[in-house]
């Protein structure tokens, strides 16, 4: 159950002493107290509202060069002297692309607005003081503060995925004097203090004060007993106190609103249209020139602009933006792909030249479901093919500490022992029983054994290397059955119950890289202090050895991942005064973390170093095929990763990550300027060669010598950065945006992201895919063919536009350089639209080979990454084309019409369609029916318009002999030699494509 703020009575107010984001304070149960009210706390995602929707949306659209420009060319029509034909032949397109626009905009809206609702109207219980509930829930919906909880552990499990993308459960413990308290919790007086609101999600600081206590109970309050916002409580159910809401909670403090990425492909289509608008400008010149600058001169040199607006064409943007939209639905109704969904319909392209590819390794390339393979004991290592002699040194013992023989076995057995009691003790984990949620450490022995013996037995916690850990003490004979805030138990072979209470825990973070707990036993007394933690976090802990360095790079040059185990015991004095300097230092108010860690470090001196475990993070399936298409693709895979270089090293050997041709290069470790300088030098000597590189030299290189480091490292064909931060995994996603024109994929942060883990993540990525096999297809077909498909769709639209100016500028120059328009009215707006609109369009079915063809041959993707379907040397093709047919239609036209103009217009126009009809045929590679009902449907259209556009057509003239001879002629004139030039290609100089297809 969850607590919520009224205006009226509540379990919480705040007392703002200060306006945003201050510090404040949190009463229980006292609304005479609150100065200033919660911030509204409901979701706003809505970009628009009702007043600002139209005026919004035109501005986005008319921020574009080609909307404005033709906005302007619309708006001169009003002008009498500047009036081309009719009104509709300008302002109808423009409407139309505009409309598209804001019907698309309109349904995003509408599909936010419903989320925002459904998300706003869910109703949650409230605890209030007449102790009445309301409806219950189970997303959390503000930041809160953890009171208590109906598992008898005092602690809950909730699921961050939706906050931090990640799929492990975490522990939250409930604050211990109100945890132990009846369910009134008006009965005291009490308050929180809560820091500021920011952004950090992993970090709080804040103490709990009840002031009717005698004397007043202080606890301090931390990470572990918040309950944020947009997480969900996966066990029990919970009261919490509000501290935050609305726009002061983590989750909408780390809301980023995306930016509107821009493709590759439209800022080309877009210096195109500037060049188009260049030509444009310099035709109206060259026209206005060859009258001799007579007359209004300046007046027909605007004419003759509106005269060939249509060589940029304003459908161009339409066309564009309905085929992304095509590509994304393509893309989520692939069986091959499922589960994979589009968040963006502005970039699928993108996916089709992607140099680089950004991953991570865990739960990305891994499965990230560990196995414990290895123990080592400094003496002796136990893997999987010995480990029954560990089960049998735990099984034989009757008792606990065990009974040893000899004492060369008793040394190796005691070692043993301790290492598996120190890995069963030292951890967050919960076992969970089916039956019931936690299990009653207090029960009787008759029905302890009942309950331990459970096999639906299932462990619960934040990390699934603990898990591993402790799944694995199981099968030697040391078993977890019980664990709550104050104390756990573990069964051994015999049946007995070792009982110990837990004194202090101190959980793992990224920037300790360890995690320790101190216990005491029930039955001897004994206080241990445990830590477990990363190599290079607990070589300066524990007693010099001489093995530690060496075996945790033999362990990771097998792929596993290492966790050195240590413990240190403590007399009572030193316990206590321990504790005294730490509640004291959790107390304060600034600088608490600091305090806080110098206590705890007071500890970790000198402790005794007991084992190395390693555990494996399997591959997920396909990995290594994947990985190697994608570098046969000739893109570069980066893996960034926060293991070790040994075991990073490991992983891409083994998933193929770096082929077994190719050398690697480990980059030293550098820890000033020259040093950097020097392995740099020795790293430029090295060709073809992947990198490896530790975070700590990569940030010295970064700092001296950035631009030099990513020259470097882009020559690569793969890079790994292991020991990687997450802040430093988007530093270099950001200098690969900076420093290369190619373009990016990476998990966040990236020009197109496709996800594989994690909710929050996958919201923000561009592409969600559900394995990261799945990559392959993503990019190899639908990427491919999209940017080809798009790459085509394009240059048609503009071949289509520059064709029809091409007749209209020869048309002005057999008439004396007039400013007259060729066609006018409907026949303007039917040429861009029902007539040869949809076999335009379907130029989005259109493939060059089968998928499986792609998949097969991944080189043809290479081809894409250099730009070659979409560029100024195709695109001169494409005005070579237009000019030549033109002019063909023109002139032809003209030579062969009848005595009246009107022929003119029926023989050109009628030919211009034809043609472009067979154009769109002589562009398809595969056959769709689609495609052949839009030529049809096209053709038929305009057949059948002919008989009501008596306006611009002598039905007697266009059902003779003469009419159809003159078209045909025209038409094939304009169209045969392209035909053949396509089949003397094609058959001399094929295509890589076509070799594959034949």
Same mark, same amino acid.
């Given at each position: 159950?969850?607590?919520?703020?009224? +205006? +009226?009575?509540?379990?919480?107010?705040?007392?703002?002493?200060?306006?945003?984001?201050?510090?404040?304070?949190?009463?229980?149960? +006292?609304?005479?107290?609150?100065?200033?009210? &919660?911030?509204?706390?409901?979701?706003?995602?809505?970009?628009?509202?009702?007043?600002?929707?139209?005026?919004?949306? *035109?501005? /986005?659209?008319?921020?574009?060069?080609?909307?404005? &420009?033709?906005?302007?060319?619309?708006?001169?029509?009003?002008?009498?002297?500047?009036?081309?034909?009719?009104?509709?032949?300008?302002?109808?397109?423009?409407?139309?692309?505009?409309?598209?626009?804001?019907?698309?905009?309109?349904?995003?809206?509408?599909?936010?607005?419903?989320?925002?609702?459904?998300?706003?109207?869910?109703?949650?219980?409230? *605890?209030?003081?007449?102790?009445?509930?309301?409806?219950?829930?189970?997303?959390?919906?503000?930041?809160?503060?953890?009171?208590? !909880?109906?598992?008898?552990?005092?602690?809950?499990?909730?699921?961050?995925?939706?906050?931090?993308?990640?799929?492990?459960?975490?522990?939250?413990?409930?604050?211990?004097?109100? /945890?132990?308290?009846?369910?009134?919790?008006?009965?005291?007086?009490?308050?929180?203090?809560?820091?500021?609101?920011?952004?950090?999600?992993?970090?709080?600081?804040?103490?709990?004060?009840?002031?009717?206590?005698?004397?007043?109970?202080?606890?301090?309050?931390?990470?572990?007993?918040?309950?944020?916002?947009?997480?969900?409580?996966?066990?029990?159910?919970?009261?919490?106190?509000?501290?935050?809401?609305?726009?002061?909670?983590?989750?909408?403090?780390?809301?980023?609103?995306?930016?509107?990425?821009?493709?590759?492909?439209?800022?080309?289509?877009?210096?195109?249209?500037?060049?188009?608008?260049?030509?444009?400008?310099? #035709?109206?010149?060259?026209?206005?020139?060859?009258?001799?600058?007579?007359?209004?001169?300046?007046?027909?040199?605007?004419?003759?602009?509106?005269?060939?607006?249509?060589?940029?064409?304003?459908?161009?943007?339409?066309?564009?933006?309905?085929?992304?939209?095509?590509?994304?639905?393509?893309?989520?109704?692939?069986?091959?792909?499922?589960?994979?969904?589009?968040?963006?319909?502005?970039?699928?392209?993108?996916?089709?030249?992607?140099?680089?590819?950004?991953?991570? =390794?865990?739960? !990305?390339?891994?499965?990230?479901?560990?196995?414990?393979?290895?123990?080592?004991?400094?003496?002796?290592?136990?893997?999987?093919?010995?480990?029954?002699?560990?089960?049998?040194?735990?099984?034989?013992?009757?008792?606990?500490?065990?009974?040893?023989?000899?004492?060369?076995?008793?040394?190796?057995?005691?070692?043993?022992?301790?290492?598996?009691?120190?890995?069963?003790?030292?951890?967050?984990?919960?076992?969970?029983? $089916?039956?019931?949620?936690?299990?009653?450490?207090?029960?009787?022995?008759?029905?302890?054994?009942?309950?331990?013996?459970?096999?639906?037995?299932?462990? /619960?916690?934040?990390?699934?290397?603990?898990?591993?850990?402790?799944?694995?003490?199981?099968?030697?004979?040391?078993?977890?059955?019980?664990?709550?805030?104050?104390?756990?138990?573990?069964?051994?072979?015999?049946?007995?119950?070792?009982?110990? &209470?837990?004194?202090?825990?101190?959980?793992?973070?990224?920037?300790?890289?360890?995690?320790?707990?101190?216990?005491?036993?029930?039955?001897?007394?004994?206080?241990?202090?445990?830590?477990?933690?990363?190599?290079?976090?607990?070589?300066?802990?524990?007693?010099?050895?001489?093995?530690?360095?060496?075996?945790?790079?033999?362990?990771?040059?097998?792929?596993?991942?290492?966790?050195?185990?240590?413990?240190?015991?403590?007399?009572?004095?030193?316990?206590?005064?321990?504790?005294?300097?730490?509640?004291?230092?959790?107390?304060?108010?600034?600088?608490?973390?600091?305090?806080?860690?110098?206590?705890?470090?007071?500890?970790?001196?000198?402790? $005794?170093?007991?084992?190395?475990?390693?555990?494996?993070?399997?591959?997920?399936?396909?990995?290594?095929?994947?990985?190697?298409?994608?570098?046969?693709?000739?893109?570069?895979?980066?893996?960034?990763?926060?293991?070790?270089?040994?075991?990073? !090293?490991?992983?891409?050997?083994?998933?193929?990550?770096?082929?077994?041709?190719?050398?690697?290069?480990?980059? =030293?470790?550098?820890?000033?300027?020259?040093?950097?300088?020097?392995?740099?030098?020795?790293?430029?000597?090295?060709?073809?060669?992947?990198?490896?590189?530790?975070?700590?030299?990569?940030?010295?290189?970064?700092?001296?010598?950035?631009?030099?480091?990513?020259? #470097?490292?882009?020559?690569?064909?793969?890079?790994?950065?292991?020991?990687?931060?997450?802040?430093?995994?988007?530093?270099?996603?950001?200098?690969?945006?900076?420093?290369?024109?190619?373009?990016?994929?990476?998990?966040?942060?990236?020009?197109?992201?496709?996800?594989?883990?994690?909710?929050?993540?996958?919201?923000?990525?561009?592409?969600?895919?559900?394995?990261?096999?799945?990559?392959?297809?993503?990019?190899?077909?639908?990427?491919?063919?999209?940017?080809?498909?798009?790459?085509?769709?394009? /240059?048609?639209?503009?071949?289509? %536009?520059?064709?029809?100016?091409?007749?209209?500028?020869?048309?002005?120059?057999?008439?004396?350089?007039?400013?007259?328009?060729?066609?006018?009215?409907?026949?303007?707006?039917?040429?861009?639209?029902?007539?040869?609109?949809?076999?335009?369009?379907?130029?989005?079915?259109?493939?060059?080979?089968?998928?499986?063809?792609?998949?097969?041959?991944?080189?043809?993707?290479?081809?894409?990454?250099? %730009?070659?379907?979409?560029?100024?040397?195709?695109?001169?093709?494409?005005?070579?084309?237009?000019?030549?047919?033109?002019?063909? *239609?023109?002139?032809?036209?003209?030579?062969?019409?009848?005595?009246?103009?009107?022929?003119?217009?029926?023989?050109?126009?009628?030919?211009?369609?034809?043609?472009?009809?067979?154009?769109?045929?002589? !562009?398809?590679?595969?056959?769709?029916?689609?495609?052949?009902?839009?030529?049809?449907?096209?053709?038929?259209? &305009?057949?059948?318009?002919?008989?009501?556009?008596?306006?611009?057509?002598?039905?007697?003239?266009?059902?003779?002999?003469?009419?159809?001879?003159?078209?045909?002629?025209?038409?094939?004139?304009?169209?045969?030699? *392209?035909?053949?030039?396509?089949?003397?290609?094609?058959?001399?100089?094929?295509?890589?494509?076509?070799?594959?297809?034949?």
């Amino acid at each position: 159950m969850f607590s919520f703020p009224s +205006c +009226c009575d509540c379990l919480a107010h705040i007392c703002r002493r200060k306006k945003e984001l201050k510090a404040r304070t949190v009463w229980l149960g +006292c609304p005479e107290k609150c100065e200033e009210k &919660y911030p509204k706390n409901s979701i706003k995602n809505q970009k628009y509202n009702i007043f600002t929707f139209v005026p919004g949306v *035109l501005y /986005q659209q008319f921020k574009f060069f080609l909307n404005l &420009y033709f906005l302007v060319v619309a708006c001169s029509q009003f002008v009498p002297s500047l009036k081309i034909g009719y009104l509709y032949t300008y302002w109808a397109p423009l409407g139309f692309v505009l409309a598209v626009t804001m019907v698309r905009e309109a349904v995003d809206e509408v599909r936010r607005c419903q989320r925002d609702k459904e998300m706003n109207s869910q109703l949650y219980s409230k *605890l209030t003081v007449r102790g009445e509930w309301r409806e219950p829930n189970q997303r959390i919906p503000a930041d809160m503060i953890f009171l208590r !909880t109906s598992e008898k552990t005092g602690s809950c499990f909730i699921r961050t995925d939706q906050l931090d993308g990640e799929t492990d459960w975490k522990l939250k413990v409930a604050v211990g004097c109100t /945890q132990r308290l009846p369910a009134d919790l008006f009965s005291i007086s009490a308050y929180v203090y809560a820091q500021k609101p920011q952004l950090d999600i992993h970090s709080f600081e804040g103490n709990f004060t009840r002031e009717d206590a005698d004397p007043q109970i202080h606890e301090s309050l931390s990470i572990e007993n918040t309950l944020w916002a947009s997480t969900v409580v996966a066990s029990g159910t919970v009261i919490g106190v509000v501290i935050y809401t609305g726009k002061e909670t983590r989750s909408v403090l780390n809301t980023s609103y995306a930016k509107n990425k821009v493709g590759l492909l439209d800022l080309e289509l877009n210096r195109l249209t500037k060049a188009l608008f260049l030509a444009q400008v310099v #035709l109206s010149v060259v026209m206005v020139a060859l009258q001799g600058f007579v007359g209004p001169w300046f007046r027909n040199l605007f004419r003759f602009v509106v005269l060939f607006s249509y060589i940029i064409p304003i459908s161009l943007r339409v066309n564009l933006d309905m085929g992304k939209s095509a590509y994304g639905w393509m893309i989520m109704k692939d069986e091959n792909i499922p589960g994979t969904v589009v968040r963006t319909s502005t970039i699928p392209e993108e996916l089709g030249r992607l140099v680089y590819l950004l991953t991570d =390794k865990t739960g !990305t390339l891994t499965q990230n479901e560990m196995v414990f393979k290895r123990l080592h004991l400094g003496t002796v290592s136990y893997g999987m093919d010995t480990m029954d002699e560990i089960q049998s040194h735990i099984i034989q013992s009757k008792c606990w500490p065990p009974t040893l023989g000899p004492k060369v076995r008793k040394s190796v057995s005691s070692r043993i022992h301790e290492a598996v009691k120190a890995i069963a003790l030292c951890h967050n984990v919960t076992p969970v029983y $089916e039956s019931h949620a936690s299990v009653n450490g207090e029960t009787e022995s008759a029905e302890a054994d009942q309950d331990f013996s459970d096999d639906n037995r299932t462990y /619960q916690a934040s990390s699934p290397d603990e898990v591993a850990l402790v799944r694995w003490t199981e099968s030697v004979g040391l078993t977890l059955v019980n664990r709550d805030l104050t104390s756990l138990q573990l069964k051994t072979p015999s049946g007995q119950i070792l009982s110990f &209470y837990i004194l202090q825990i101190f959980p793992f973070t990224s920037e300790s890289k360890r995690m320790g707990i101190i216990v005491r036993e029930e039955s001897t007394g004994d206080i241990t202090f445990y830590m477990k933690g990363a190599d290079v976090a607990m070589a300066s802990i524990v007693q010099y050895n001489d093995w530690l360095e060496e075996e945790c790079g033999n362990m990771a040059r097998e792929g596993l991942r290492t966790l050195v185990v240590a413990k240190k015991s403590l007399s009572e004095e030193q316990y206590q005064d321990f504790e005294n300097r730490y509640n004291q230092a959790k107390l304060s108010i600034h600088d608490r973390a600091l305090k806080v860690a110098a206590v705890v470090e007071s500890l970790e001196r000198e402790m $005794e170093l007991l084992c190395l475990t390693g555990v494996e993070d399997q591959l997920q399936a396909d990995v290594r095929p994947t990985l190697e298409l994608l570098r046969n693709a000739g893109i570069k895979i980066w893996m960034l990763t926060g293991d070790k270089l040994e075991t990073a !090293t490991c992983i891409a050997k083994s998933s193929h990550l770096v082929s077994r041709n190719q050398d690697i290069h480990v980059f =030293k470790p550098v820890s000033n300027r020259g040093e950097a300088h020097l392995e740099l030098n020795a790293f430029r000597r090295k060709h073809d060669c992947a990198l490896v590189i530790s975070g700590d030299s990569l940030e010295v290189c970064l700092r001296y010598y950035e631009h030099e480091f990513v020259e #470097l490292a882009c020559q690569c064909p793969a890079v790994v950065c292991c020991r990687c931060s997450p802040t430093q995994k988007a530093q270099i996603v950001r200098l690969l945006q900076q420093h290369t024109a190619n373009r990016t994929c990476a998990i966040e942060r990236a020009d197109s992201g496709p996800q594989t883990e994690g909710k929050q993540a996958s919201l923000a990525a561009d592409f969600s895919i559900t394995q990261f096999k799945h990559i392959g297809r993503l990019l190899m077909v639908h990427g491919r063919n999209s940017y080809k498909r798009s790459a085509a769709l394009g /240059q048609f639209v503009m071949h289509r %536009g520059m064709i029809i100016s091409t007749m209209q500028a020869v048309f002005s120059s057999v008439f004396y350089f007039a400013s007259v328009p060729l066609y006018q009215g409907f026949l303007m707006v039917g040429y861009a639209t029902i007539y040869t609109m949809f076999p335009v369009f379907s130029l989005v079915l259109d493939q060059d080979v089968k998928p499986e063809m792609a998949l097969l041959y991944p080189e043809l993707y290479k081809d894409l990454t250099k %730009g070659r379907s979409l560029s100024f040397k195709t695109f001169l093709i494409w005005v070579l084309i237009s000019v030549y047919q033109g002019g063909i *239609l023109m002139y032809g036209a003209m030579v062969l019409f009848e005595s009246e103009f009107v022929h003119v217009v029926a023989i050109s126009f009628t030919a211009l369609i034809l043609t472009e009809l067979l154009m769109v045929a002589l !562009t398809i590679r595969t056959w769709h029916w689609l495609m052949v009902v839009a030529e049809f449907f096209s053709l038929g259209c &305009y057949l059948a318009s002919l008989a009501f556009l008596n306006e611009y057509f002598d039905l007697s003239f266009i059902t003779t002999w003469p009419f159809l001879w003159k078209v045909s002629a025209i038409t094939l004139v304009s169209c045969l030699p *392209l035909y053949i030039i396509k089949y003397l290609k094609r058959k001399f100089s094929p295509p890589s494509y076509s070799k594959l297809s034949s």
